[in-house]
């Protein structure tokens, strides 16, 4: 019992070093190229260096840090092209999740827990769009693609998709909130949000190759949002950590 509490405690502390260091490097307190160490990250956080050793081991796998030869790690720049390719590899492996739902069905209850989130997202943009509670979209949309991974049945399919959503701005909400005052935008839910029912519609009629097709069709919203953020300098200050993208 002891033994299992050691072990829960150090990966709580391991977590708590992953966002902490995440959130320095998204929030541009540690600039690309520094130097990253255990001791300095250890001091910065309030955390012992065995959970910062574990976090920095795991953010150079997400491909956030990158390790420097004579030790530590430093901050990574991006391209533009990195980024579209992490978009671009989340949605083959959520089209393939909505697949194998489709193809291999899901159970009664979990269809319907499924179409109901997608009802709940429908009475939250199907409002004016000024009106539109953004925050409230954002933690719906991440919960339905949270709920399509496990709906593929496969262990592997759903892990790796947790891995890419790592993948510095893969996530399905990666530029949202910097374009909350662009009409042009809000409208554009409208679509993203016809793309979450016809998912839903292809998995529950059992059609594999369409419900694939739109889901890797949804995920290229982002990087039409990318796109539309990096032409403005403004709305890529609003983006935590779009600044270690380069053009």
Do not use: C, W
């Not at 260096?49 to 030790?71: H, K």
């Not at 291999?104 to 179409?115: D, E, N, Q």
């Not at 530029?175 to 529950?204: C, M, N, W, Y």
């Amino acid at each position: 019992m002891a033994q299992e509490a050691r072990h829960e405690k150090g990966s709580s502390q391991t977590l708590k070093a992953v966002l902490g260091v995440r959130d320095l490097v998204f929030s541009g307190s540690i600039p690309p190229g520094e130097r990253l160490s255990e001791v300095s990250v250890s001091e910065k956080l309030g955390l012992s260096r065995t959970p910062v050793r574990a976090a920095l081991a795991r953010l150079e796998q997400e491909g956030i840090l990158e390790a420097i030869p004579s030790g530590g790690y430093s901050v990574r720049l991006f391209t533009e092209a990195d980024v579209i390719d992490a978009i671009e590899l989340r949605g083959v492996l959520e089209g393939t999740a909505a697949r194998l739902a489709a193809e291999r069905g899901v159970t009664s209850a979990r269809l319907t827990a499924f179409k109901a989130l997608v009802a709940r997202l429908d009475e939250v943009v199907e409002v004016p769009p000024e009106t539109m509670d953004l925050d409230d979209y954002i933690a719906l949309n991440a919960e339905f693609h949270e709920m399509l991974g496990t709906l593929s049945g496969s262990r592997i399919v759903q892990r790796e998709i947790e891995r890419v959503m790592n993948l510095p701005f893969a996530g399905p909400s990666a530029f949202l909130k910097a374009q909350t005052d662009v009409p042009a935008f809000r409208a554009s839910l409208g679509v993203g949000q016809a793309q979450h029912r016809a998912i839903a519609l292809a998995i529950e009629m059992r059609e594999g190759s369409r419900a694939e097709s739109v889901t890797r069709e949804h995920a290229r919203l982002a990087r039409l949002n990318l796109d539309f953020v990096m032409k403005d300098r403004t709305l890529i200050e609003r983006v935590p950590g779009l600044m270690l993208v380069t053009g």
